[in-house]
């Protein structure tokens, strides 16, 4: 495109002088502030993680103590602030919100990736297995959506939500009707949030993940021929680790992806392309 080196140079310098953004600019989070749920452990913890390393500082939340997260957020030279709260009830919503701001005045990012799965026969579930994981994985992640967003309008900067949804927000699975019934409603309340909300520079979207090595699927990976069967229809050959989320997350949380509404990222090694 360019005749010659010294066009490139030129081109470079007035760049830096007029201080244009260039495109990794884009996804840099300093100054930012991020709630993220369930980060004690697994992908939460990876996606505080790669926030922080982008430059935000983090507001944790969890439902034990998240020690070990903030340590390593620390490490990166990042302020943590833990919340110690229940996501499957509706009164940590406040706690949350009211410990962003008291330590950090405003909220740019809430990343909801706290989310529970409970196994057994459709004919034999539950209505506590209903409740208990629709409360956190749907129920909660909307209504601190809804107060966040509400903080975001006040504060007429916009801001980011990232939702954690999964390839059952795509597939029925088996033997996990609300994990299902709950991850297929976060994809869809994720469009919703996206089309009322982008008017208020908020972008919604999701980051659904394939089988990865975390708690969630400990049975799983246990299970010597689900493990098996799992493996060899994932082109990528590996189970997913929270290493893999962390470039998506910083995406969507980052200007970089400030065109990007309502969509739901596969994060899955190519399972959903099989
Ligand atoms: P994980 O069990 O390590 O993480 C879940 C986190 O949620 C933990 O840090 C836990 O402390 C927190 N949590 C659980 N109950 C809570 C409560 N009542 N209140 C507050 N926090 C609570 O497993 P993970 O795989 O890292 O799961 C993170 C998210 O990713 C979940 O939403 C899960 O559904 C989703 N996901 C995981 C996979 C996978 O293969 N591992 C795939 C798709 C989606």
Redesign the pocket.
Same mark, same amino acid.
């Given at each position: 495109m360019y005749d010659n080196e010294a066009e490139v140079l030129e081109i470079k310098i007035i760049i830096k002088d007029e201080g244009i953004d260039t495109i990794l600019d884009k996804f840099k989070l300093d100054g930012k502030i991020a709630i993220v749920? *369930?980060? %004690?452990?697994?992908?939460?913890?990876g996606m505080a993680l790669a926030l922080a390393e982008a430059g935000a500082d983090i507001v944790g939340? *969890?439902? %034990?103590d998240m020690e070990e997260t903030r340590a390593l957020v620390q490490k990166l030279g990042r302020k943590f602030v833990g919340v110690q709260?229940?996501?499957?009830k509706m009164e940590?919503i406040p706690m949350v919100v009211d410990a962003a701001i008291g330590s950090f005045e405003k909220i740019d990012i809430l990343i909801n990736?706290?989310?529970?799965?409970r196994r057994e026969d459709a004919v034999n579930f539950s209505e506590k297995d209903w409740d208990d994981v629709i409360n956190?994985?749907l129920k909660v992640l909307f209504f601190l959506s809804q107060a966040v967003a509400k903080k975001f309008i006040e504060q007429k900067t916009g801001g980011k939500i990232v939702n954690?949804?999964?390839?059952l927000s795509f597939q029925g699975g088996i033997r996990v009707p609300s994990?299902t019934a709950s991850?297929s409603g976060v994809m869809g309340i994720t469009r919703l949030m996206a089309n009322e909300w982008a008017k208020y520079n908020i972008n919604v979207n999701a980051i659904?993940?394939?089988?990865?090595?975390?708690?969630?699927?400990a049975a799983l990976r246990e299970d010597k021929s689900r493990s098996s069967e799992i493996l060899d229809r994932i082109p990528a050959g590996r189970w997913?680790l929270?290493e893999d989320v962390k470039g998506p997350a910083v995406f969507l949380s980052s200007s970089a992806s400030d065109y990007v509404n309502g969509y739901t990222i596969a994060v899955d090694g190519g399972w959903l392309a099989r």
């Open positions: 749920t *369930g980060c %004690r452990t697994g992908l939460g913890q939340v *969890g439902d %034990r709260a229940n996501l499957m940590s990736n706290a989310g529970i799965i956190i994985n954690i949804a999964s390839m994990y991850k659904a993940p394939g089988y990865m090595a975390t708690n969630n699927t997913g929270p």
